[in-house]
């Protein structure tokens, strides 16, 4: 009697649910985030673009003398970038070694600006610029690191600003080189 009743009772029927761990995301399987621009973006970004432009905009404000009113600006501008470089190798490092700059604000920009990309050259750039997991409830290290990329353009936007008051023609050199012509205009007029 016992073994007929097992086989008339019904059985629950199981529900199709997928596994739990079907349902949690993989950082490396999320899509890249559209506004955050690639590692290697970045860093030509910060070691062609930005660096070429400081060296410009440097000349200036060393021939500055300090007596000038103009130069206590320039200064200040000049070590909020340094600042923002810092900010950029502190976000993108994945050590913790400490980064002593030297104290001449010249090469403490070039050493801050070279630890920021020596930090971006070690990030992992498959993953980076994706979107965290939800399930960990954190926030990509890649929007933070996207901020103080921009906040080094912005300062070197006003850096560029301060120093176009010595010397007007700074937007022609900082420009140079951004246009070759293959073949150079005629001087005679066309028509």
Known sequence: ???TEEATTPTPERSEQPEPSKLLEKWSDNERMRHVPSVAWIVDKLDLDLRKKVEKLWLPYSDLPASDPR???MEAELRALCRSFDRIADVAKRT???HHPPNDL???IDSSLSHAV???NAADAETFGKRFPFQTFER???EPLWAAVLSAIGHVHRLVTLVREIDPEID???YEGLV???EPLRREPIA
Do not use: F, T, V, W
């Open 1 to 3: 009697m016992l073994a």
């Open 71 to 73: 130069h206590a600006p």
């Open 96 to 98: 913790r070694g400490n």
């Open 106 to 108: 010249h090469s403490r």
């Open 118 to 120: 020596a930090n971006l």
């Open 140 to 142: 990509s290290n890649a």
């Open 172 to 174: 022609e050199r900082i």
């Open 180 to 182: 070759n012509l293959h």
